[in-house]
């Protein structure tokens, strides 16, 4: 007799994360015991970047302490001149223990960013803007945020956003639902 397998479709994975996840990553979630860790490569002048930015809010929510989500830079300056200070402006504010701060207020006003708008969203998370002026002048952050992207491009990183999970990049579709089932099956699926 023959039986009539199905079964899910394979997750589409590409290449493995070149830097594994560790405390120098910014982190939200369920911390290194997380069923499952999502990365994120990003920019926060990109405009994919800001419709998956309230998606992975969504899963956060769905998925609580079970999902652990990095976010990494990948500032694309060629095509967003104002990436590179607003990654920096991130590091900055991760500094001051308000990173999360920081990505949120840029993500939610990404359609109009400037350095005025990032300087507004220091002000505004309660940050000295004339400190991030400091913090530009100085490039105190050019080597944090360029070792994100060096780590993106050895992981093939090809464009923004690009999500790893578990450490192989994510090569499906990342609207909610395809990647809320990515996600789940790797939480319901064996330890890894």
Known sequence: ????MTSEPAIPFGP????????????RGGGEHARVTLVEYGDYEC?????AYPIVQDLQDKLGEQLRFVFRHFPITSAHPHAQRAAEAAEWAGGQA????MHDG???RRAKLSEAIIL???EEIGLPPAGLREAWASHSFFPRVKDDFRGGLQSAVAGTPTFFIQGRRYD???DGDNLERAL?????????
Do not use: N
């Open 184 to 192: 789940t099956a790797t939480i319901d699926g064996p330890p890894a």
């Open 47 to 51: 405009p994919q970047c800001a419709q």
């Open 172 to 174: 499906g579709r990342w």
């Open 1 to 4: 007799m023959l039986l009539a």
């Open 98 to 101: 308000r990173f999360w701060a």
């Open 120 to 122: 507004d969203v220091a």
């Open 16 to 27: 493995p994360l070149a830097t594994p996840v560790g405390p120098h990553d910014h982190a």
């Open 106 to 108: 840029l993500y939610q």
